[in-house]
């Protein structure tokens, strides 16, 4: 049975370093990295990549760079105003073109298809494929959109808008390790050179950027520093306003710690107009939060916390976010509608956490569910991971029926191990009869069980498993004879069973109590001697016989003896009692310990043919030690303790020691008379 979410993964020639899908056909992905300026030997490259087939990555095509200029460390696909695929990429020029303050760093590529063109790799997706391929991607365009000359400076953010039918996008690329951080906004309508839509100049540099289409030529644009979130509207007439800082960062002191400290944003990305997504890392690597924010409608003033997550601790530090939208809009006119959110967070442990939260709409108040996680992926790639990327789902046309094929989201991840996985999540569709939480059109979710599900389940197969343990352990100790019946176990186990199981006190109806020692158990009867017994009177052999308890606990087994009656009869019948065996000479001992009486055994001709008799240890005596006895006379008194029943082959003749026995006149007369 195939996995639940299958990947696929590919190793390239060089170290990758951006990443994204085609936004017009989601099996396809760009990456971009390299090896850098230099005589390293490594290429600077973009590549073209088919993920049709789950398991496998084909590669379709490549383009080389110069070696000479710096590696590719920021891309985006996009589309141009007639509706083709684009990618903006930040290359910067090479060493000699920056000493002299010249750095074109922002490049356009074009990647152009061709009815024939098949992929080179070995995946199955690609072979045969009928549907258009790209055939070559190509340089469309290079130019500078930074203001700044600084040799270290480069583009290390790249993002844009969703694209929507017959709009333009709006994009934005921000740089690094500039000591006057720039960020410049752009859209994609000309490309040579692409037309600017202003600028925002910060002495700190901004750590995300993200965008939003809110209507007809209207965005939404944020960026983060490490503690700070702004925000700007963009229109044709509000081009020019500065950004409002809309939330702060509180500072938190944490104990031990002299000074307060400050979390620290790592990502962000708009879920809606009305929502943002913050990935933050704690102070001290000491643990990642998932923020959802509420941005005011009016664009200024604070953001309201809606939820927040932090995650396990096992990830001390995060790298990166990716966002999908699993039902976004038609239309940037179009309000967002009932919808889930995927989210991606890579982890300084090379992990993948995925979560889902859950956007509800009632009129015009929007909210969020909690953000719960429903996977995680751990070492995914051999080193750190340099980027992640969502597919583009768009939800098949309604009605969703038998015949609709299945739904996939893709979300690929790269690392500087020059590996690229794609993992496969399947989704599947709410119906309509689901009502609670339900847009008027079917939607589509990740095909995993949700958490309320996961929990009753988990409470169900607990409370079963209780249950049947309760019921073992009490049909054990039912058997046992330790607690009251309820069950009645010993009437559907069979007697083997319940020999198994150990029943220390009672027996199964119908056991041979005399046929083994085990089954003789003395802690079922209890000595009663009279205390106005004279010493120097001969027991009878009733007197001898210990006197049985009746059972006292909750469950005796009808077929154990339980008064004087059966006790006679088992004698009678040469069986003995189990109650009855040990009893005999453990009282017997019991006289011998104290020191002050022997006990004689003598030949009787009464019912049991066997009388003890008790004898100061001064009187005189004709008995003799079990072990001064001869054979002859060992035997008769064996036979007769077993007449008896005070003594059976099992028990041994230890039990015999200690006890002395007077000469069996019969056997001495056979000897006398042989």
């Known amino acids: 049975m195939a996995p639940l979410i299958s990947f696929a993964k590919s190793t390239l020639s060089y170290p990758l370093y951006a990443v994204d899908f085609d936004p017009l056909d989601s099996s396809r992905l760009l990456v971009g990295?390299?090896?850098?300026?230099?005589?390293?030997?490594?290429?600077?490259?973009?590549?073209?990549?088919?993920?049709?087939?789950?398991?496998?990555?084909?590669?379709?095509?490549?383009?080389?760079?110069?070696?000479?200029?710096?590696?590719?460390?920021?891309?985006?696909?996009?589309?141009?105003?007639?509706?083709?695929?684009?990618?903006?990429?930040?290359?910067?020029?090479?060493?000699?073109?920056?000493?002299?303050?010249?750095?074109?760093?922002?490049?356009?590529?074009?990647?152009?298809?061709?009815?024939?063109?098949?992929?080179?790799?070995?995946?199955?997706?690609?072979?045969?494929?009928?549907?258009?391929?790209?055939?070559?991607?190509?340089?469309?365009?290079?130019?500078?959109?930074?203001?700044?000359?600084?040799?270290?400076?480069?583009?290390?953010?790249?993002?844009?808008?969703?694209?929507?039918?017959?709009?333009?996008?709006?994009?934005?690329?921000?740089?690094?390790?500039?000591?006057?951080?720039?960020?410049?906004?752009?859209?994609?309508?000309?490309?040579?050179?692409?037309?600017?839509?202003?600028?925002?100049?910060?002495?700190?540099?901004?750590?995300?950027?993200?965008?939003?289409?809110?209507?007809?030529?209207?965005?939404?644009?944020?960026?983060?520093?490490?503690?700070?979130?702004?925000?700007?509207?963009?229109?044709?007439?509000?081009?020019?306003?500065?950004?409002?800082?809309?939330?702060?960062?509180?500072?938190?002191?944490?104990?031990?710690?002299?000074?307060?400290?400050?979390?620290?944003?790592?990502?962000?990305?708009?879920?809606?107009?009305?929502?943002?997504?913050?990935?933050?890392?704690?102070?001290?690597?000491?643990?990642?939060?998932?923020?959802?924010?509420?941005?005011?409608?009016?664009?200024?003033?604070?953001?309201?916390?809606?939820?927040?997550?932090?995650?396990?601790?096992?990830?001390?530090?995060?790298?990166?976010l990716a966002v999908s939208n699993l039902t976004p809009p038609v239309s940037p006119t179009v309000p967002q509608g009932y919808t889930q959110f995927v989210l991606a967070v890579a982890g300084h442990d090379i992990s993948l956490r995925l979560f889902k939260v859950d956007l509800q709409v009632e009129g015009n108040v929007s909210m969020v569910s909690q953000i719960k996680s429903f996977r995680t992926f751990t070492k995914v790639h051999p080193l750190q991971i340099t980027g992640l990327a969502f597919s583009n789902f768009t939800p098949p046309t309604h009605p969703v029926t038998a015949q609709t094929p299945p739904q996939h989201l893709k979300l690929a991840s790269i690392s500087v191990a020059n590996t690229v996985i794609v993992h496969t999540l399947p989704l599947f569709p709410i119906p309509l009869s689901v009502k609670r939480g339900q847009s008027k059109t079917p939607r589509y979710v990740v095909a995993l069980p949700s958490t309320t599900a996961v929990y009753g389940l988990a409470i169900t197969v607990s409370i079963i498993a209780i249950a049947l343990a309760s019921i073992i352990i009490q049909g054990i100790l039912e058997i046992r004879g330790g607690v009251p019946i309820y069950l009645n176990a010993r009437t559907h186990l069979p007697v083997v069973l319940q020999e198994r199981l150990g029943r220390p006190y009672e027996f199964p109806s119908g056991y041979n109590g005399g046929a083994t020692t085990a089954e003789i158990l003395p802690s079922t009867e209890t000595p009663a001697p009279r205390a106005t017994t004279d010493p120097t009177e001969p027991l009878t052999n009733a007197e001898a016989r210990p006197t049985k308890a009746r059972p006292t606990g909750n469950n005796h087994h009808p077929g154990v003896p339980t008064d004087d009656d059966d006790d006679a009869a088992a004698a009678e019948s040469g069986s003995g009692s189990a109650l009855r065996l040990p009893s005999f000479f453990e009282e017997l001992k019991q006289k011998t310990?104290?020191?002050?009486?022997?006990?004689?055994?003598?030949?009787?001709?009464?019912?049991?043919?066997?009388?003890?008799?008790?004898?100061?240890?001064?009187?005189?005596?004709?008995?003799?030690?079990?072990?001064?006895?001869?054979q002859e006379q060992k035997e008769g008194w064996k036979q007769k303790l077993k007449v008896a029943g005070h003594w059976v082959e099992d028990m041994g003749e230890s039990v015999l020691k200690g006890v002395l026995f007077s000469e069996l006149a019969g056997i001495v007369g056979d000897a006398v008379r042989g």
């Open 593 to 630: 310990a104290e020191g002050k009486a022997i006990v004689l055994l003598k030949e009787h001709q009464g019912e049991d043919g066997v009388t003890a008799h008790i004898h100061a240890d001064h009187e005189q005596h004709d008995g003799k030690k079990w072990e001064d006895l001869a």
């Open 33 to 320: 990295g390299g090896g850098g300026a230099g005589r390293t030997g490594v290429g600077n490259k973009i590549t073209l990549l088919d993920t049709t087939n789950p398991n496998e990555l084909a590669e379709l095509r490549d383009i080389e760079l110069s070696k000479d200029e710096d590696n590719v460390t920021s891309l985006a696909a996009g589309l141009d105003k007639d509706g083709a695929s684009l990618v903006f990429a930040g290359v910067n020029s090479s060493p000699e073109d920056l000493g002299k303050g010249k750095n074109l760093h922002f490049r356009v590529f074009r990647t152009e298809t061709t009815a024939g063109a098949k992929g080179k790799g070995k995946g199955k997706g690609t072979a045969g494929a009928k549907k258009a391929a790209p055939g070559t991607i190509t340089e469309v365009s290079r130019s500078a959109l930074f203001a700044g000359r600084e040799k270290d400076m480069y583009q290390r953010i790249t993002r844009l808008s969703k694209p929507f039918s017959g709009q333009s996008q709006l994009g934005a690329v921000a740089t690094g390790l500039c000591k006057a951080s720039e960020i410049v906004l752009f859209d994609t309508t000309s490309t040579n050179p692409p037309r600017s839509r202003g600028a925002v100049q910060s002495s700190r540099e901004a750590v995300d950027v993200d965008l939003i289409q809110t209507g007809i030529n209207e965005y939404l644009f944020a960026y983060c520093d490490e503690h700070d979130i702004y925000l700007k509207k963009i229109s044709e007439t509000m081009d020019s306003e500065e950004p409002e800082c809309i939330y702060v960062t509180p500072a938190t002191r944490e104990a031990g710690m002299s000074k307060p400290t400050t979390p620290r944003f790592r990502a962000m990305r708009f879920l809606t107009r009305e929502f943002v997504i913050m990935l933050t890392n704690v102070a001290n690597n000491s643990g990642v939060v998932l923020q959802i924010l509420r941005i005011p409608p009016s664009g200024k003033g604070q953001c309201r916390l809606a939820q927040s997550l932090r995650l396990p601790l096992g990830i001390s530090k995060a790298t990166g």
